[in-house]
C-alpha cells in the first residue's frame, strides 16, 4: 500500500476544558493519512460497496441502518462481538452510510457509494494494523520529549478519528481520549454531516476510561462514538449505561465454511472445515486465519497433552519450551501454542460430554476420542484453568518457559 504518512505534532490546548481535563498535560498526536489512493482491498470485505457485503448480523444491521433513516444514530454505541466478527468494518461502514455524498439505497434502507470523497477517505482507513504500525514507527523517529507526549491516532478523514490502543502498554491512554474531547467540542465536522469517534478497545486506562465518561455525559452534538469490544463487562457500567450496546454473533460454521470456498478457493475442503471451525463464526477470523502456523502449534500442544495423559513424560515439552525459550518470536509462538492447547481442552470437554459432533479439531476427532478415555470433567477444567494463569502470567511478564513448565507439572496432579 503506497500511503503517505504526515506527522502532525500539535500542542493541545486544554483551555476551556471541563475541571476534569484541566489538570491533565498536554499532547501531541501522529496522524496517519492515506488519502492519496482509493479504498484500500482489505481481506474481509475485498469488494466492499455497500452493506450487503457484511455478512450475518442482519437484525443488528437493519436496525443501525434505520436508526440512520430516521436521523437518530446514537451519540454513544458499543459494538460488541468476539475478533474478527465485524466489529471495525461495521463502524466504518456507519461513518460512510452517514457521511456519503452520494447516498444510496438497498433493501428499502441507506446504504452508501464507495465511491464518493468521503466514502474513500474513511473507506482508507480499513486496514488499520498497517496503519498503526505506520504511525508507531513514525513516532519512534521523534525527538525522546516528543515521543513521550505523542499518542497514536488514524485519522484519514478529517472528522472520522481512529483510536487503537497505544502500543506497548496496548491501552487506550488519557492522550488520546483528550484528542478525542477535543475534536467533539472545539472542532464542529469540516466535510462531514457526523463525526465519527472510533475507540478500536475497550482497555482504557483508568484516567483514560474517567475522561470518556465525561465525554459520555455531555455528548457533543453532530459526533458518534463507537466504542468496539470483546467484552462489554470491560468497560466501567457507567460507560456502558450511557451507551447503547449492539452485539455482533458469530455466524454458523456451515456459511462460514461457504465463504470461505468462495474467497479462499485454495483451501482443501477438509483444510475450510477446520478453519471454519476455529474461527467460531468470526468471518474476519476465517479468512486470515493461518492454517500451517495453527497446526504448527497444535501438534506441539498434542505433545504436551499426550505426555500429561498417556506417558506422564516431560521430556517432550521441556524440549519444546526449550525451542521455545530462544527467539524473539517466543511470545508469540507460545500464545499460539496455548490458543491451540485451549482448543483441544475444549473438544476432549465436548468428547467427554458426548457431544463429539461439535469439536474444532475435526480431522482429530480419533486421537481426541482415545485421549478422553478416563478423563474426567474435573481435570481437563482444572487443565483448561492452568492454560488461562500460563497466559495472565505472560501478560505479567512471567518467564515464558518457566510457567509452561509449572502449567505441565500441574496438568500431572490430574
Ligand atoms: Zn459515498
Not at 204 to 232: D, R
Not at 267 to 285: I, T
Not at 299 to 323: H, K, N, P, Y
Not at 395 to 406: E, G, K, P, Y
Request: aromatic share 4%; net charge neutral.
Amino acid at each position: 500500500m503506497s500511503s503517505k504518512i504526515d506527522k502532525i505534532i500539535s500542542g493541545l490546548d486544554t483551555r476551556g476544558f471541563s475541571q476534569a481535563l484541566a489538570s491533565a498535560s498536554a499532547t501531541a498526536h501522529v496522524s496517519a493519512f492515506t488519502v492519496d489512493h482509493p479504498p484500500s482491498t482489505r481481506v474481509v470485505y475485498p469488494h466492499s460497496v455497500g452493506f450487503s457485503d457484511f455478512l450475518g448480523n442482519t437484525a443488528t444491521v437493519t436496525h443501525l441502518r434505520e436508526g440512520v433513516r430516521a436521523g437518530r444514530l446514537p451519540h454513544s454505541l458499543i459494538l460488541a462481538g468476539p475478533a474478527g466478527a465485524g466489529k471495525y468494518t461495521l463502524a466504518l461502514m456507519l461513518s460512510k452510510v452517514a457521511n456519503c455524498l452520494q447516498p444510496e439505497e438497498s433493501n428499502g434502507l441507506p446504504d452508501f457509494c464507495g465511491r464518493c470523497s468521503n466514502c474513500v477517505r474513511i473507506g482508507a482507513a480499513v486496514n488499520l494494523e498497517e496503519l498503526v504500525a505506520e504511525a508507531v514507527a513514525a513516532r519512534e523517529d521523534m525527538r525522546d520529549t516528543d515521543k513521550r507526549e505523542t499518542r497514536i491516532i488514524v485519522q484519514t478523514h478529517p472528522d472520522v478519528i481512529v483510536i487503537p490502543p497505544d502500543p506497548p502498554q496496548l491501552m487506550i491512554k488519557l492522550g488520546q481520549v483528550k484528542q478525542a474531547i477535543h475534536a467533539a467540542y472545539y472542532r464542529p465536522p469540516v466535510e462531514a454531516k457526523r463525526a465519527f469517534t472510533i475507540f478500536t478497545s475497550s482497555a482504557f486506562m483508568k484516567e483514560a476510561a474517567n475522561s470518556l465518561l465525561k465525554l459520555l455525559e455531555e455528548p457533543p452534538e453532530h459526533t458518534s462514538l463507537v466504542l468496539l469490544t470483546e467484552n462489554p463487562q470491560e468497560l466501567l457500567p457507567t460507560i456502558r449505561s450511557r451507551a447503547v450496546v449492539h452485539r455482533l454473533g458469530p455466524l454458523p460454521a456451515i456459511q462460514v465454511d461457504a465463504l470461505l470456498a468462495k474467497r479462499r478457493p485454495e483451501l482443501k475442503p477438509r483444510d475450510r472445515a477446520l478453519a471454519a471451525r476455529l474461527a467460531e463464526g468470526a468471518v474476519g477470523r476465517a479468512l486470515t486465519i493461518d492454517l500451517d502456523k495453527y497446526l504448527t502449534s497444535r501438534r506441539d500442544a498434542l505433545v504436551i497433552l499426550r505426555g500429561a495423559i498417556q506417558e506422564r513424560d516431560f521430556t517432550q515439552l521441556f524440549q519444546a519450551t526449550e525451542t521455545y525459550r530462544a527467539g524473539a518470536d517466543g511470545q508469540e509462538k507460545t500464545l499460539s501454542l496455548l490458543r491451540a492447547l485451549s482448543s483441544l481442552l475444549e473438544d476432549l470437554l465436548l468428547t467427554v460430554a458426548g457431544t463429539p459432533a461439535l469439536i474444532r479439531n475435526l480431522d482429530l476427532e480419533a486421537e481426541l476420542g482415545k485421549l478422553s478415555a478416563g478423563l474426567s470433567v474435573e481435570w481437563i477444567d482444572a487443565a483448561v484453568r492452568a492454560a488461562t494463569q500460563v497466559e495472565q502470567g505472560m501478560r505479567r511478564n512471567l518467564l515464558r518457559s518457566l510457567s509452561l513448565d509449572a502449567m505441565a507439572l500441574s496438568l500431572d496432579r490430574g
